[in-house]
Structures are given as C-alpha cells and as structure tokens.
C-alpha cells in the first residue's frame, strides 16, 4: 500500500517534468537525423574520392596499362627515376608512386606502394584490389590461354542468402536482425545506466533535501526503495514505449526517404524496382520479429533495471552528492561495461558456446540474451534459464541493498567507503 | 495515564552506546520536554520511539502497545534537521505527507486544506517549496506534521532557525495543539524554552536519563538555593559574605549580586551581611534554581561518575 503511494510520487512528479517530455519526444527525431546522416555519408563516400595523382613505375612493362582505377585518380607514366619520383611525393606534386618489380609477373609479387602517409584503410583495400586484378590479367595474357580459361578466372561468384520458411522462402534478414540485435542490447545498457543513476540522484535528494528522515518515520525504509526503484522503472518502460511506438512510425517514413540515396540503376535493377526491392539489395530488408523476441526483451529489460537499479539507490542512500558515489560506483559500472566489450563477438557468433554461457549469467544476460535471440534461434529454456537466474540474483540484491539502504539514510557526514558498506550488509 | 512508555531502552552504534537503559514516560495531554546537551542521545530516543530505529534492549510503548508501522501512523514527527520536496508542490506534498500516515486522499485532501487554511497559507498549495521563503517552509513542514492528526506530537529543537515572530506562532500552535488534547513531546537543548512550555521533563546526559519528572517537582527537590540581591552604595559585604560557611558566589555585577547557597537560613545571613555593611538593599529574593543551572549541576555530578562515550 504504502510501496503504491511512493511509486505514484515518483512516477508522476516525473512524467510530468519538462525534461522527460523532451526527452521522449526528441530522442526518436535524434536517433532518424543520425541514421539518416549516416546514410547519406555511406552513400556520398561511395561515388565521391578525393583525386589522387599517382605515378607509376612499371619494370615489367605490361601490368601498368591494365590497371584499372576510379576515375578520380591521375595516372602519370613514364619516370622511372626513384629520386624524382620521391621528391614529387615530398613537395606534393605527388600523392604516391606504384612500384612494379621487374619480377611482378612470377611466383608470389611483391609491389609497393609509396606515399605521403595517411589516405585511410579505404585507400589501401582499394589499390590491393586493383593491383591483384591488373597482375593476374597481365600474367593471364602473357600465359597465352585459351578463352574458356580465361572466362573461368573473370566469372564472378556471389553468394545470395534466403531463409527458407513454411511458406517458401524469402530474402535472408540476418543484416537487418544482427542491427537490431545491437540496437537492443545498446538501448538495454543505456536504460540501465540512465535510469539506475536517474534512482540514485532521488535517492541523494531525497536526503540531501532531509525529506529522508520525515519519510522513515512513515514509510518503512524497503517500502520507501521497492516504491522508488518500481516507479523509475515504470516511467522508463513508458519511454521505451513511447520510443518503440514512435520509432516504428518514423521508420515507415523512412522507406522513401531512403530511396532517395539509393539509385536503382546503380544496383543493377530495372528503374521499376519496388520501394521493398531496392531496400533489400541494399542490404535494408525489413525482417519480421517474433513477438517472442520482444517479450524477452521487455523481460530482460525489467529484471536487468531492477537488478541494478536496486544497488544504485542503496549507493544514492550512502553519499550526499553523486561526487561521493564515483567510487562506490565502480564495481557495478564495472558489470554492467563487461557484456558490452562481448557484444560483438556475441552477436557476431551468436550460437557459440561462449556467447551461450556469457548471456546466462546474471549481470550480463540483461544485455546479452536478447541480443542473441534477435541474431538467432536460440531454444526457450535457454532464455528461461537466464532469466530465473536473473531473477534471484535480482532477490540477493534487493536483500543487499535493502541493509545497506536502511543504514545508509541515515548517516550523514562522513563519506563511507565500501567497507563500510559491507559492514552495513552484516550489521543485523 | 501514560501514553508513552520508554522501558529500559540501550541503542548502541559501532562500539559507541548512544543511548544506555533509559526509562521514562509520557503522560496524555501532557507537554513533555525531552532535555540534553547536544549529543546526549535525544534524536535517538526519539528515533526509536518513530520506530526508525529498533533499540538493542529494551522495550517502547505507545498507548501500551510496542511501537510499530501501526503507530507511526499515530505520531508526527518534526525532525531538527526540516526536509521538504523542493520541486514538488506544496499542496500534493502535503497530501502525499498525510497519505503516508494512512489517511484516504478524500481525508488527507480535507485536512491539508483545512491546515493550510489555519496558517493563511491556502495561495500556497500550487507553488514550489523553492517558491517559498524560509519562514513559509517551516510552517509548511509544521503542517506536514499534524496534518495527519497524530495522537503524539514529536518536535525535535522546533525552535531552531525561526525568527521570533515565527517563534511565537509556533508556541502558540503547540499550545493550542495541547489544549486539544494532544500529547507533545518536544526535545531540545535551549532550556529556557522548556522551562516556560513543559510540564514534565527527562533530563539526559550521556545517553542516561539523570532526572525524570514533573517539572514543579523537579525544581522544587533543588530547594529554593538561588539568592539574588540588587543593592546601592558600597560592595564591601560581598567579601565578607564570601565567608559564610555553604555560601558561594555566582554572578557580581555593579549593583547586582547571585548566590547559591546549600541551606535557606544562609540566605538571611547574606541579608544580614549586606544591611551590616551600609549598604542599600532594593531587592532580595530567594528564589529555585533555573533549570539551566539544575541541568549543569545534575550534569557535572553526573559526569563525574559516569564515563560514557555518545554520539548523538
């Protein structure tokens, strides 16, 4: 009863503040102006290159003509004398020179490329790639192969991926789900630091404001942290919602937005190609969620925030300012940065032993389970083993925090250290 | 009849005893001065009697049941240090404050304006606390107090940081609070307050309780030891009567004299003494001690039996 009249408090005093308005509102419209910009920058990256003035000093002969370059780089031919062409890329009249050995044509080739430095990763795979084509076409010609022979190395192989489903098959979504699968377990850790420091910072207020003390002698302390971590909690579902509602909104305006960067014929596809078409080849294609997943997410996402959110308010009712708590802080920032340095490798092999065994346990599975399960098939009692381990690691540390808390609200003055923490947990 | 009853209560903290087997009680409709130098252990007691806390040993009654959440309910508590929601509104403040102590928000709606109302405050309701000047927040969280209609009051130095205007209304409202029928137990450490309000005290030091009683009684078992004479002329008699065997001096100014002395006959002789000697008397009067001075003296004699260590 008395846990309902805090958890109102806190969740009204807050949905109604300026701040958490704004922030529901214009997080969404952030998140769209940042996909879109970066869309846009892939697409300008992929038709523009700055010019490059390359020279190119052949000792073969045959190679040089065959290699093929964007437009934007100049090619000189011609100077063959290494001094010239080193002072030319000091001064800048240069941005870099090929060398092609003599011996470029037997065995395993060795060019080199020399430069200013710089030019990015870009650069380099690009000219790696140019240059493995133009020796292998010089030493195809001066093999003096038949056609066929020929045909066999210039076929391209691609690889197209297709799920197979009940009802046929369709376009392979593993790009699409490997993205959502970031995006869940990004807006996971985000919401568990937010909202855990967000229930800290009340938690000093509430005693530096010296509320604290009129409250205990209403409201037994637990009450008092159950009613305040459950009404943050509520208030960060209600913008996860209303972030879900307003994403899913927004990205079905996207679709044509998109289309604007993408040029079908450059995707060898008829100008007719549909919105959905384009969007697929582009790699974009919509996959279907399972609600399951989504279930899952909302779970792991309230067992995560409790888990941690319990602990940052027994931290809130030790200091008097968020200063204070930098280092009592430590250990649970610590646990909850550690899935986050596996994400990749988690999501990349989702169905690994160790991404199987680092999404069950406890501290990490809030972040790591549903981002497996948006990447992969992953069995139902693996994700309901996880979550009942969660949910009495969650019980532990309510217990925990609940001693903690108790004492906590009352001491004033000397900032404690964790120590002293621990000493509270003993204290009966 | 009581209706409090602290029973030999000990509160320990660390190695530190705060409060040691302390035993007093309140009785109804009674104003109750909790009394003690800073330190002594009054915000403890107090603490357990909210049930904040739980003593080590002992045991706390209210209306002869032990203190539970059931009679935090029952008691307001205005702690030394005020605290109120700084960005949150008064009027829901308040109602969250009483609904709290278990009233319906029907009730806790009733009562809130009927108090803001009582203090002229009911303009207040939809501004701030931080809208608010000091003096406005302490009646604020005095209504936060007794909105609830507790059965037991508990002030702790609610005297502290008010103007004397603010003061005044106060001691009005607890007096009127106490012709209700209200039961208010008040601590603090500025005993002249005290000795104007209360009508029974407990007396702690060190965490002990060194005197316990109705005030009148309590005064009276010190004699009537104080002698204060203002006089004319010359101060020569002071010296003389310095000698008076259980006499001693405790204040001298030009014209004015303070003795304690240890048997109401060596009054007369300090009277006799001052006549003697040429000088005027204009006034002499035998008077009992100020429970300040009560409170140094129970306090020395105490500590030098006692050496207990405290925190507050």
């Not at chain 1, 279930?295 to 959110?309: D, E, H, N, R």
């Not at chain 2, 409709?29 to 806390?53: D, E, S, V």
């Amino acid at each position: 009863m008395k846990i309902k009249l805090v958890f109102l408090r806190e969740f009204m005093q807050r949905i109604k503040s300026k701040g958490f308005i704004l922030s529901t509102l214009l997080a969404p419209f952030g998140m769209v102006v940042f996909l879109g910009l970066t869309i846009y920058s892939v697409s300008l990256g992929m038709e523009e290159e700055s010019t490059q003035k390359i020279a190119i000093n052949d000792k073969t002969g045959v190679v040089a003509p065959l290699l093929k370059l964007p437009d934007s780089y100049t090619l000189k031919h011609g100077v063959v004398d290494e001094n010239v062409l080193r002072k030319q890329v000091l001064d800048g009249t240069l941005d870099g020179y090929l060398f092609i050995p003599p011996d470029a044509l037997q065995g395993d080739a060795k060019l080199t490329f020399f430069s200013g430095g710089g030019g990015g990763i870009g650069k380099q795979i690009l000219l790696q790639n140019a240059i493995e084509e133009a020796v292998r076409a010089a030493r195809l010609k001066q093999a003096n192969l038949p056609e066929n022979v020929k045909a066999i190395f210039e076929a391209e192989t691609r690889l197209e991926m297709k799920e197979i489903t009940a009802t046929g098959e369709k376009a392979d979504t593993t790009g699409a789900l490997t993205g959502i699968a970031f995006a869940m377990a990004f807006l996971i850790y985000m919401m568990m630091l937010i909202y855990g420091s967000l229930v800290m910072q009340s938690v000093i207020e509430e005693k530096l404001n010296r509320v604290m003390e009129v409250l205990i002698s209403s409201v037994r302390p637990f009450d008092l942290l159950m009613g305040k971590v459950l009404g943050m909690g509520a208030l960060g579902m209600v913008q996860m919602l209303a972030w879900s509602g307003l994403s899913m909104a927004m990205t079905t305006a996207m679709g044509p937005l998109l289309l604007l960067f993408f040029d079908p014929q450059k995707m060898n596809l008829p100008d007719t190609a549909s919105q959905q078409q384009v969007l697929e080849s582009a790699g974009f294609a919509i996959p279907e969620l399972s609600p399951m997943l989504f279930v899952w997410f909302v779970l792991f996402f309230i067992g995560g925030y409790l888990l941690y959110a319990s602990y940052f308010a027994a931290i809130g009712s030790a200091v008097e300012s968020p200063q204070d708590a930098q280092q009592l802080m430590m250990p649970i920032t610590f646990l909850i940065i550690v899935p986050m340095l596996f994400i990749n490798t988690v999501i990349m092999n989702p169905d690994s032993t160790m991404a199987m065994v680092l999404s069950m346990i406890p501290f990490f599975s809030p972040i790591l389970m549903p981002a497996r399960i948006a990447a992969t098939d992953v069995p139902f009692w693996e994700p309901a083993i996880a979550f009942i381990l969660l949910a009495a690691t969650f019980l532990g540390a309510i217990w925990v925090s609940a001693r903690i808390y108790r004492i906590g609200v009352l001491s004033y003055g000397k900032k404690p250290k964790m120590s002293d923490l621990l000493k509270w947990i003993r204290t009966a | 009849m009581s209706v409090l009853r602290i029973e030999g209560v000990t509160k320990r903290y660390d190695r530190t005893l705060a409060v040691d087997k302390i035993s007093f009680s309140v009785a109804s409709g009674r104003l109750f001065g909790l009394l003690g130098p800073n330190g002594a252990g009054k915000t403890t007691t107090i603490r357990m009697i909210t049930y904040i806390t739980i003593p080590d040993d002992g045991r706390i009654l209210f209306q002869n049941k032990n203190v539970g959440t059931w009679s935090q309910e029952r008691m307001g508590y205005m702690p030394e240090e005020r605290g109120l929601y700084k960005k949150m509104k008064i009027g829901e403040q308040l109602i969250f404050m009483a609904e709290l102590k278990g009233l319906s928000r029907s009730e806790a709606r009733k009562q809130v304006a009927y108090w803001l109302n009582r203090f002229e405050a009911s303009d207040w309701a939809e501004k701030k606390t931080e809208e608010l000047s000091k003096g406005m927040q302490q009646k604020v969280q005095f209504i936060s107090t007794i909105a609830h209609n507790p059965d037991l009051i508990i002030l702790d130095e609610p005297f502290s940081g008010l103007d004397p205007v603010n003061a005044e209304l106060l001691r009005e409202v607890i007096l009127e609070l106490k012709a209700a029928g209200k039961t208010i137990l008040f601590a603090s450490h500025r005993m002249e307050q005290v000795e104007q309000m209360c009508d029974d005290i407990c007396l702690i030091a060190h965490g002990k309780a060194v005197l316990t009683g109705p005030l009148r009684d309590v005064k009276r078992s010190f004699g009537r030891n104080t002698v204060e004479v203002e006089f004319e002329g010359t101060d020569e008699w002071i010296a003389q009567a310095k000698n008076i065997q259980g006499v001693s001096l405790k204040a001298h100014t030009r014209n004015r004299a303070e003795w304690v002395v240890s048997q109401e006959h060596q009054a007369q002789e300090i009277l006799q003494t001052a006549i003697g000697s040429g000088a005027s008397v204009v006034r002499f009067e035998l008077m009992e001690p100020s429970l300040n001075e009560i409170f140094i003296r129970t306090v020395a004699k105490d500590h030098s039996s006692t050496l207990s260590t405290t925190t507050s």
